[in-house]
């Protein structure tokens, strides 16, 4: 995980919007990791107020919670630029570049196809949540709106991400899948 | 037929046997109609019934109907201090005008009631009894449901919140120093262990649960006559036995920590209205203020004899 | 269909996606998607982003990338060095001194990190190019680092036992004792191999002790103090009723960020964000898996495979230890191909009501399944750790990586089978701290 992926990326040829989206990635990429040091912090604040101060903490074991969720769907983008999500490479690998450029496309596409359907669906439970009013069921009573736009705002930007990827390969600026390309000599 | 019921406890419940019974019924019956049963959040996670349960997703489910709190306040009356005194009390309850309201909202929700029931739970400390507002002053507690927090941290004690299944432990260490939850609870998690005193639910208790088996109307409505009446038969059978094991649940749970060594204290009805005073200033003052209707449903609910 | 062959179908389909290169969360999302669509109606895709939230909405998650932190945090610095060089000066009358004090090295280091390709890099960036340099052979430099790393994820703190905890809904506390004495069984074993190895080698001045002055071995002692400082906080935390486990994490990562800063004067802000970017990286990662495979297990058991497969499995009436050689085999062969995280999340629901039906302990099983998952990280195609030890000595051939390693999956399989005739080496500890099993 960390020497193998140390200098793997999305690569854009120069394609502004491609670049674009690229950055677009690595600015949720720097908000996830804050909100996992506001993690850290919280879960830390908490126990002082707790152990030393014997105080009540009503609110940060939920805060966290959603911090780490809001974390997780803003990472995906991010993660997906960096080529971080882990596969199994076999098969790809195995194939000549032409075939494995086919392949690429096929599972971007299934990939796009399955994450909108996580976006759309996610997108209404927004919606409902908003337009409900609805609440954690605890004494801080969160409005659950605001730990459910990660959802749609997460899967959003994951599939521009994503798509950028697509166009990347049909355009012949980035390596499917990713993997190095033994022809061009490079070292990953 | 058939018909998927979620729940999240072990097959060992007594709310995994109520549902039980139903399918049995049901099946015995002889009307083409099954009902699967999932235990142990196998299906849907413990708070997450309630949605797809209203979108006819699920079918049917046993549920604490103030894990849905936060999107009907109202549902959190189910799970109020004070408000049921004992179980038969609750029975009473059951049947009142306020069981009615809470059914219309169901009813907007496309959920209606099958099987209606109570669990009773009490408090337990680590290191001396819990009876009264005051003993409970200055501990670091976990306890079951909104309205006990907001009502025991009225009293001064410090609220921690953690999940259920971290309690022993941090029973164990001393993080916590006092528990407020189900007798059940009490007995599975093997809090006897781990506590001095248990004050359980007795003559009368504060913490009573309202955890129904509900239905989607919808699918309730496109059965057959037949599998309908099956289906009520198979729910009266089911709430008679529910109504008995749920006393019997409060004597088995004494029992249990009695033979651990742990003191048992008793609730008296002093105690029970110095809480209920507390309750007042604190949970039902938050209910109000937080729920439409809220005044109104309280008031019903506090008629009930 | 019936639901047995359906789940042979899922299988099938399981496999032949996640062999098309996709990531292995997506490709998971994937599945599900497709068999809800096609079995349980258009509407149930409605239920795909709530069941995905609901699995992230959990507190224990948070453990998992804080116990990163703690070793994204200790490997940016020269700790992990510091350590197996103390070990050298002092273990002077240990034959093989370096391999067994790099291999002691990754054991400690595993107990503050929660995942085993950091332990791995963290003490194989100075100990690989040592050993090398003071003759040992390749085979055993590479192996025994790459061996030891996955001690990571045995040797609490462990992201896969908090995964296991989380899927099987166990006690994390209990897992994390209960892998203790098989991790440090299985260093032993490693160590016994290392040495008996490079002997072999014919190179066995190597394993001739060297002698240091007194005045060296105290002078290195105060560069391991943080490092026990971390140890001895995080217990403190976590058995002085400060904090439940879940929580305790967060102590050791802000602990391990502070002494990083402080210490070992990390306090450029690249540095600093480097340490959190790669953090982030492999939670993301590993969060994903857990969210997706949470939708892939709400579609088997709505389509009642789960349910089946454990019946089945039950009524199939096998030998209990020819049931669980056959679990182990399954498991190695996914572990071959896809990280641990998966494997679990994806077999546990499953595999759990069997062994607890077959009379096996639930967190002996998790200790087994763990030693498993850690030949997994040392054997091709996929392993992880040895791309870990690629990464750092570019010069040794994978296939001596390779070679090297084999020996270590054999003392992984060992301790396996003597964890079987002597259970008690996991469960006694958990038993003996936190009381029997509820
Ligand atoms: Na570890
Ligand atoms: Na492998």
Known sequence: ?188 | AELRLSHQWSTSDVRHKVAQIVADHVAAADVDLEIRIFPSQSLFKASEQYRPLSRGQLDMTVLPLSYAGGERPAYNLTLMPGLVKNHDHAARLNESPFMDAIGEIMAEDDVMVLVDGYLAGGFAGKDGCITKPEDIAGLQTRAAGKAFEQMLAGAGASIASMASSEVYNAMQTGVLQAVNTSSSSFVSFRLYEQVACYTPAGDVALWFMYQPVLMNKSTFDGLTAEQQAALRAGAAKAEAFYLEEAKKEDAASVEVFRKNGVEIAQMTSEDFDAWRELAKQTSYKAFVESTPDGQKLLDLALSVE | MDPLTLGGVVALATILVLFSGVSVATGLLITAGGFLLAFDGMRSLELMPEIFFGKLNDFALLSIPMFIIMGAAISSTRAGADLYEALDRWLTRVPGGLVVSNLGACALFAAMSGSSPATCAAIGKMGVPEMRRRGYPDTVAAGSIAAGGTLGILIPPSVTMIVYGVATETSIGRLFLAGVVPGLMLVTLFMAWSIYATWASGNAKVLESRSFTWAQKIEILPRVGPFLAVIVGVLFVLYGGVATPSETAAVGALLCIGIAVVIYRLWNLPALWAILRDSTRESVMILFIIAAAGVFSYMLSSLFITQSIAAWITELDVNRWVLMAAINLFLLVAGFFLPPVAVILMAAPILLPVILAAGFDPYWFAVVLTINMEIGLISPPVGLNLYVINGIAPDIPLKTILRGSIPYVMCMVVAILILCVFPGLATGLPDLVMGPVL
């Open chain 1, 1 to 188: 995980m960390t020497a193998q992926t140390e200098t793997t990326r999305a690569r854009h040829g120069g394609v502004a919007a491609l670049r674009a989206i690229g950055w677009l990635s690595q600015a949720c990429g720097l908000v996830a990791s804050l909100m996992i040091l506001a993690s850290v912090l919280i879960t830390c604040q908490m126990i002082f107020i707790r152990y030393v101060l014997g105080g009540s903490t009503i609110w940060q074991t939920e805060a966290v919670i959603y911090l780490m969720v809001g974390a997780t769907m803003l990472g995906l983008p991010y993660v997906q630029y960096l080529r971080g999500h882990v596969n199994v490479d076999l098969v790809p690998l195995a194939l000549p570049m032409a075939a494995r450029r086919v392949l690429a496309a096929v599972v971007l596409c299934l990939s796009l196809a399955v994450l909108g359907v996580m976006f759309f669906h996610g997108f209404e439970l927004w919606l409902m949540a908003w337009e409900r009013g609805w609440r954690s069921e605890t004494v801080w009573g969160v409005k659950l709106w605001i730990p459910y736009l990660a959802l749609p705002v997460g899967f959003g930007l994951f599939i521009l991400q994503l798509a950028a990827d697509l166009a990347g390969v049909v355009l012949g600026v980035d390596r499917p899948f990713g993997v190095p390309d033994a022809d061009a000599g490079e070292d990953a």
